[in-house]
Nanobody, 126 residues
């Protein structure tokens, strides 16, 4: 089992940057595949980026070239660097984890993950 706590959200203008962090409270962090998801009001939760415990990094087409997912296994922390932010990036951002490797076909599916954080709000104004 793992507890996830996100931080780093905030309000920025379009074109700005934010860095989200997700602290994972577990002694076996390295064995978890991790992902970032977001949900805007009235919309379904959608995958933003994922990073497998084995090999593989996945991005949604909407964020490719602008967002970078990374993990620091020594600090049990997942990151999402978000650059060139757009108003459509606005939403609640969630960190998720699963005790397994993931392949690209599942890396951005909410159903592939078991553990979720409480979320951190990102608001991008035009």
């Amino acid at each position: 089992q793992v507890q996830l706590v996100e931080s780093g959200g905030g309000s920025v203008q379009a074109g700005g940057s934010l860095r989200l962090s997700c602290a994972a409270y577990t002694s076996t962090y390295i064995t978890y595949s991790m992902g970032w998801f977001r949900q805007a009001p009235g919309n379904e939760r959608e995958g933003v980026a994922g990073i497998s415990s084995t090999v593989g990094i996945f991005y949604a087409d909407a964020v490719k070239g602008r967002f970078t997912i990374s993990r620091d296994n020594a600090k049990n922390t997942l990151y999402l660097q978000m650059n060139s932010l757009k108003p459509e990036d606005t939403g609640m951002y969630y960190c998720a984890a699963i005790f397994a490797g993931l392949v690209s076909s599942r890396g951005l599916l909410p159903s592939a993950y078991k553990y979720w954080g409480q979320g951190t709000q990102v608001t991008v104004s035009s």
